[in-house]
């Protein structure tokens, strides 16, 4: 009986939208790419970023599918694949910084001046609930597993901490995993170098696993997580299996390295070297986007194949690259590991043949966590259980261009941590966003930051003090949200007391 009614609810599904029952799903997941890391234009002006860059499957995508200019991350790598994999918000999943060694939080996090940060789930996602310090959680890929899906990983794991069964993508509900593991960045991302599988480098948590067999060889990572990928998705095929293909690219993560394929046209244009091969790292990754667009293509399976391209977190601008540190988003503030735009914005498209409208776009804002119920909806995966309670909600049924107009839903940031580089929006804070308006509260000075983002994208004029009333009912919201999932929070080191939840404070 179930059986038949989940039957009839495909058919309806089917030929209500036009989708496909078990639709391959493609998840293309770059690794710190800017809202301006790409010459599609996510703003309402072109900038000279988009002029700079070059990514043309990123332009044919956003033709061929829906444009997101308003798609939120966390401001770091871990809490952002967590709550991709949970659905859970950061706050409630409590790994709400990145994830490496086991039982440990970052030297950042150990010697902070002023504040001490709570026991946060250093230990990442678990399949088992006996882990400490982990957050215990139905992973989808587990979900579409069960449905029949093969469930393909390849790149950038960083789910887990090492040592823990979470830092294998197999324990997480994947049936492959190519090349991921508990760090979060490669050694190096050259074939020459065995992408850091060298005595030099043994014993350190960076060499990239797995590879071995491109090692020696003249070929940049982001070309061969590519091939592994569509020989994974070849093997589907042939199995006849639907598969759901999490494409976690290493790129454009630090460390900055030359492909030699696309980097010599950035010197000659007279960048800045460190700038020429970052530019070069995007256009690398955007060729693995085409070839796997082509391949869809040339197989015969378009039709049947949604393809959703994504960011985990604002480009890097506070470290590590040329010029001037903090602009390398703009018109948004900051960059990785702030609160600001910079840090959360990220690009964001979706095909879905037969649903999405061919070049159509959204200024509707949505959350990583969202991506949860929307992948298992499309998926045809709607009648589960879960161990965790999911925050995500579907955005699945605005694809059709049916998106909502103004939101009033609330969104939430926490991050009761220390990134180590500083900056505009950088440093331990919980943040709401409602509407037009995103309120900051930073957890060192007790300090917020109210701004209008519609009319101050670049987050230039906070708005706290004048709009005072707003900046305590926002500052209610969030402080109730938090006490709701009990939200962590760290301790000041010279009182010993608890920063306060944000509604606590006197404004
Ligand atoms: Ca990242």
Known sequence: MRYLLTLCTYLFI???????????????????????????????????????????????????????????????????????????????????NWTLHKDKMQPMETGHQTLSFPPWNVNGITPDFDIDHAVYATPFPSLL????????????????????????????????????????????????????????????????????????????????????????MDHSLEEEKPFFLYMSHYGVHTPIMPDSRFVQHYYDMGMDSTEAMYAALIEGVDKSLGDIMDFVVEREIEEETIIIFMSDNGGLSAVARGGTPHTHNKPLSSGKGSMHEGGIREPMLVKYPGVTVPGSETDAYLIIEDFYPTILEMAGVTDYETIQMVDGESFASWLDGNTPGMQDRPLYWHYPNDWGPTGPGIGASSTIRKGDWKLIYYHDDGRFELFNIEDDIGETTNEALEEQDRTRAMATELGQYLREVRAQMPYHKESGLLVPYPDKVKI
Not at 76 to 93: E, F, K, Q
Not at 183 to 204: D, H, R
Request: contains cysteine; hydrophobic residues 35%.
């Open 14 to 96: 089917w030929s209500f939208s036009g989708a496909q029952e078990q639709p391959n799903i493609i998840l293309f997941f770059v690794d710190d790419l800017g809202w301006q890391d790409t010459s599609e234009p996510f703003w309402t002006k072109t900038t000279s970023f988009n002029k700079t860059y070059r990514t043309p499957n990123m332009e044919r995508l956003a033709d061929e599918g829906m444009k997101f200019t308003q798609a939120y991350a966390t401001p770091v790598c871990s809490p952002t694949r967590v709550s991709l994999l949970t659905g859970m918000n950061a706050a409630r999943h409590r790994v709400t």
């Open 145 to 232: 597993q069960e449905d029949g899906y093969e469930t393909i990983h390849v790149g950038k794991a960083h789910f887990g901490a090492i040592g823990t069964p979470g830092e294998n993508p197999l324990n997480l509900g994947f049936d492959v995993n190519i090349a991921g593991h508990a760090a979060g960045a490669p050694k190096s991302y050259l074939g020459v170098q065995n992408f850091g599988n060298i005595p030099e480098f043994e014993g350190t948590p960076w060499p990239v696993p797995g590879l071995s067999s491109y090692h020696g060889q003249d070929i940049f990572l982001t070309e061969v997580l590519t091939l592994e990928a569509i020989k994974a």
